[in-house]
């Protein structure tokens, strides 16, 4: 039970990525705060880990509106009097060309998966701090944070950014015991990769990796789980790519 009476609040804990870590960090005795903007996937995470013998609870956030991602921060600590680890997983894809890259797109997707993990960055440090225990914060960027891929410009753009703000944060936020760290998956079997199922783009991606597949999210939760441990003590800013190889070779 590597994380016994610690409270833990996951963003996206709806589906893929953030479903299969909050059942992980369950299973290894966390008090989980699934938290998503769908309520019926949310719940349905929320009644998987009930079935397990676990706690979990649901708490409905749309991480782009900073005033919910705050009350989300309070429900934590309201409902399970903690708050130790804040994985701000949530995220969305939106591909487009450049040239039709419009305004709408570019906001519509920076607006979550990337001002909305600098609210879970900046809600969660400040009741940890408030709270005087510590923490760790994880994010979730993506091998689109490294690499240019085309159709991705807010997509890449925001993820770049969330890779820099785990290292400013985890930098500011030493001081106070507090961690920060990313993980940056390859391609992953979601719901947010669907599209490119539909478009027939899915084996000449899945081909950039060494195994030549997707990866399963339980793998990436693996390695949330990781950096969330007392293992991991000496991981402090860094983004880890979990992404098979994709970054590393042609
Ligand atoms: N699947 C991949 O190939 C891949 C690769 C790299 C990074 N990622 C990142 O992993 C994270 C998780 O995505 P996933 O692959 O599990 O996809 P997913 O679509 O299965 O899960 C995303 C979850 O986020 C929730 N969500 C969307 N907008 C939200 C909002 N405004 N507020 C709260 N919740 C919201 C959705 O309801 C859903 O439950 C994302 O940040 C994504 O960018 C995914």
């Known amino acids: 039970m590597k994380f016994a009476n610690k409270v833990a609040v996951i963003t996206g804990g709806g589906s893929g990525i953030g479903r299969e870590s909050c059942l992980k960090f369950a299973q290894e005795g966390a008090k989980v705060v699934v938290a998503d903007y769908n309520e019926i996937t949310g719940q349905e995470t929320v009644d998987l880990i009930k079935a397990l013998g676990k706690e979990a609870a649901f708490t409905k956030v749309d991480v782009g509106d ?3 991602v705050e009350a989300m921060v309070q429900f934590a600590v309201n409902t399970f009097g903690r708050l130790d680890i804040m994985f701000n997983n949530a995220g969305i894809a939106s591909p487009a060309p450049l040239l039709e890259h419009t305004p ?11 001002d909305g993990v600098y609210y879970g960055i900046y809600a969660a440090a ?37 890779v820099m703000m785990s290292q400013v944060a985890a930098l500011e936020l030493a001081p106070h015991n507090i961690r920060v760290v990313g993980v940056a998956p390859g391609f992953v079997h979601t719901n947010i990769v669907n599209t490119l199922k539909e478009k027939g783009m899915e084996d000449p991606i899945a081909k950039k990796h060494m195994h030549g597949e997707f990866l399963n999210p339980n793998q990436i939760a693996d390695t949330v789980l990781f950096l969330a441990s007392d293992a991991a ?8 790519k979990v992404d098979d190889g994709y970054a590393s070779f042609k």
């Open 66 to 68: 900073f005033d919910q």
């Open 104 to 114: 709408e797109i570019y906001h519509k997707v920076t607006r979550i998966n990337q």
């Open 126 to 162: 400040r009741k940890m701090q408030e709270l005087g225990n510590g923490g760790v914060i994880i994010n979730t960027a993506s091998v689109m944070g490294f690499l240019a891929m085309p159709n991705g410009f807010s997509y890449n753009v925001a993820k770049a950014a969330v």
């Open 233 to 240: 003590s000496g991981i402090n800013g860094s983004t880890i």
